[in-house]
């Protein structure tokens, strides 16, 4: 089953705007990962938390971790049309292995130009 | 610098018929490897993972198999594809104690 679930599942923004997606899990973490996927391509690792973690940055990227309400946020800032692309979390619950990674069903984000 | 080669890009194949995907990873040593298939508009789902030479871990009972005959090439088959086999897949390595997976650029299947 799937650990961690995206929301929305589709977001279209204008360029420029920011753009948000949630990430909400079931079981305790070691650590939440965000990938992004360009259509019909492999996923490149965006940006990782530790569950001792609050918040991250990384460029235009934020990510907040709530392990209390069991859940996570991107936000990208500034949005750009080359942001158009699926966006997924992924949740290790194994202690730092990524055997056990459990990838959501995504978020698909469309930036317009 | 690590690379990843997946390959073909894409592939039609007859119900029956046999599957071959090969992955190979280069400028590392001993990575740990797997192997993904994503359904359309789902998530990814891990279908085998590989610490070594010849030890293949797999996480569903499915119609495919995974071999791992070199240090750095993970391939995934099956003897007699069915419909349902259908699915983008998905290479992807790691090190031990990484904290991201780097992935291929995937391969469409499609069964008719």
């Known amino acids: 089953s799937q650990q961690g679930e995206e929301d929305p599942q589709a977001l279209s923004i204008q360029e420029g705007e920011n753009a948000t997606m949630n990430c909400s899990y079931k079981?305790?973490?070691?650590?939440l990962q965000w990938y992004r996927q360009n259509s019909g391509r492999g996923l490149v690792h965006l940006i990782l938390?530790?569950?001792?973690?609050r918040e991250k940055h990384s460029g235009r990227l934020r990510v907040t971790l709530d392990t209390s309400k069991k859940s996570s946020s991107l936000l990208i800032t500034a949005s750009r049309a080359a942001d158009t692309a699926s966006y997924f979390c992924?949740?290790?619950?194994?202690?730092?292995?990524?055997?056990?990674?459990?990838f959501g069903k995504g978020t698909l984000l469309t930036v317009n130009p | 610098s690590q690379t990843i080669h997946q390959w073909p890009a894409t592939l039609v194949q007859p119900v029956g018929s046999p599957l071959s995907l090969e992955c190979t990873v280069e400028?590392?040593?001993?990575?740990?490897l797997y192997w993904y298939r994503q359904a359309a508009g789902r998530g990814l789902q891990l279908l085998f993972y590989?610490?070594?030479?010849?030890?293949i871990s797999s996480e569903v009972p499915q119609n495919l198999s995974a071999s791992r005959p070199q240090d750095r090439q993970f391939i995934l088959s099956s003897k007699k594809l069915l419909l349902s086999d259908s699915g983008f897949y998905l290479c992807?390595?790691?090190?031990?104690?990484?904290?991201?997976?780097?992935f291929g650029s995937g391969t469409q299947l499609s069964v008719l």
């Open positions: 992807a390595w790691d090190r031990q104690g990484a904290e991201k997976l780097f």
């Open positions: 079981t305790s973490i070691n650590n």
């Open positions: 938390i530790r569950s001792n973690e």
């Open positions: 992924a949740t290790d619950s194994s202690g730092g292995s990524n055997y056990k990674l459990t």
């Open positions: 400028g590392t040593s001993n990575p740990n």
């Open positions: 590989s610490v070594g030479i010849g030890q």
